[in-house]
């Protein structure tokens, strides 16, 4: 299968969080069509799993979605981060106040219908306090949860983010419950 090529590309927006691009897509039969694209960048996503077997989620207004969400610990790459596991280990003492070791247990895009946003997924094991200041606009409340419940919270809806479902499907996968 051929890739289209990119003939053109313009730039729609350029803001804090995210920039969109549209580009001009070419066909080896010659058809041409434009695609938006949220450019976010790189991403991690956290399963903060405590000594007791307890999940390290974090509650949080989304703007967005309108209310506030109960999610697992995430935050995008960078320019402070070389790597994705940097990024994971500052957002688990940012938005947990923990540091530990770290498990890369998968990855994603995360919308790739409109969006080039790549997550990585860690398990976050051995926890240990050392929280760093949270961003001054993140308003973050942890809460300890089972796996159990947690499961349960995506039935009910209560877990209700694409990245927070999908990693727990990856941790489910890792400790052999999937």
Do not use: N
């Not at 770290?102 to 990585?120: N, W």
């Not at 159990?148 to 941790?171: Q, T």
């Amino acid at each position: 299968m051929d890739i289209p090529e990119v003939t053109s590309t313009t730039r729609a927006f350029d803001g804090k969080l995210i920039g969109v691009r549209v580009d001009t897509l070419r066909e080896a039969d010659g058809r041409t069509y434009t695609r938006e694209i949220v450019e976010y960048g790189t991403a991690v996503v956290l399963v903060p799993v405590d000594g007791d077997g307890k999940l390290l989620m974090v509650r949080q207004y989304r703007h967005p979605a309108g209310k506030w969400l109960l999610e697992l610990p995430a935050g995008g790459v960078d320019g402070h981060d070389v790597s994705p596991e940097a990024a994971a280990l500052r957002e688990l003492r940012e938005e947990t106040g923990h540091r530990g070791t770290l498990t890369r247990i998968g990855g994603m895009f995360l919308a790739p219908g409109y969006s080039e946003e790549y997550q990585h997924i860690y398990a976050a094991t051995d926890l240990v306090e050392d929280a760093l200041e949270a961003d001054e606009d993140e308003d973050l409340i942890l809460e300890r949860t089972s796996l159990d419940d947690a499961l349960r919270y995506v039935d009910e809806g209560v877990i209700c983010d694409a990245k927070s479902i999908a990693a727990l499907l990856m941790y489910l996968r890792h400790i052999g419950r999937a």
